[in-house]
């Protein structure tokens, strides 16, 4: 019997988008799919729009934070109520491509002991036009490149064995940014990491999402906390690493002057508690 594939959907407060995410999940050309969707106490029409699917969809399923309880926290919900052997995440806001799910499960069949397969992405506007293809490359043949430059990175589509995620210690319920990060290192610590060189993912940049500006500093200052815990744990001084290269003289200054910033909020004071796994 082909896999299971369990599409993870954490939902808060994406009802303009989160029809179009459903329905390219539908369109796929692979049956064996369940469609997990949590919603984070949303306060807008997300409900609404989701409802009607489970009486038409038994492989819908929806579940409800009663109060709103962050990113880390759904998603890792969302694995939890999850049935199949391979597992992907797919953002409210984003789409796949109708053949995204049936190839990855050929890949995962043929990388038997790959814990987590990925592809290159589109990255969109608001209207889902397409504006730029993303090369996510940053596991070649075997080797990982996670310290070499933080600009490139596991990203979407990312899909994951469920034997392998039970070897670590699973998504921080904690973290509000870089949750995806986190887990993907710690699925690269038990076993290879593959890429695909095809876009299979609809990346959609909007105003409210996590790249926008507002939420775009604190995005990447949380994707610094999680690559330098990890490389910490290896042993690895990540500015002496950079020290010859641009992100030396860029980014890691980018990156201080944010923490500069964080000291002085309330999520610098988080800091300890999300890592304390």
């Excluded at 596991?154 to 469920?162: M, N």
């Excluded at 500015?239 to 309330?266: A, G, H, M, N, V």
């Amino acid at each position: 019997m082909s896999p299971l594939f369990s599409v993870l959907i954490a939902n808060y407060n994406n009802g303009l988008y989160i029809k179009q995410c459903i329905d390219s999940i539908l369109q796929q050309d692979y049956s064996r799919i369940e469609i997990i969707i949590v919603d984070d106490a949303s306060t807008d029409n997300s409900l609404e729009i989701i409802t009607p699917y489970l009486n038409q969809y038994d492989h819908i399923k929806l579940f409800k934070n009663e109060t709103n309880k962050g990113v880390g926290y759904t998603k890792n919900y969302c694995i939890a109520k999850a049935n199949g052997d391979i597992y992907g995440f797919v953002d409210p806001d984003d789409t796949i491509s109708p053949e995204a799910i049936s190839i990855m499960v050929k890949a995962h069949l043929q990388y038997t002991q790959a814990s987590l397969i990925y592809s290159n992405y589109f990255l969109c506007n608001a209207d889902l036009t397409i504006k730029q293809l993303c090369n996510s490359n940053q596991v070649i043949n075997g080797d990982h490149h996670f310290f070499n430059d933080t600009k490139e990175y596991i990203s979407h589509f990312a899909t994951f064995k469920k034997k392998f995620l039970e070897q670590t210690q699973g998504m921080n319920p904690s973290l509000e940014y870089a949750e995806d990060l986190d887990l993907y290192l710690k699925l690269y610590d038990v076993a290879p990491c593959i890429h695909i060189p095809q876009p299979l993912y609809y990346y959609r940049i909007h105003k409210n999402g996590l790249s926008s500006l507002k939420n775009g500093s604190r995005s990447q200052y949380w994707r610094w906390l999680v690559m330098s815990k990890r490389a910490e744990e290896r042993g690895i001084s990540l500015e002496q690493k950079f020290s010859d290269t641009f992100i030396k003289k860029e980014s890691i200054k980018f990156y201080l002057s944010i923490d500069q910033f964080i000291r002085k909020s309330t999520l610098f004071k988080a800091t300890k508690k999300v890592f304390k796994q």
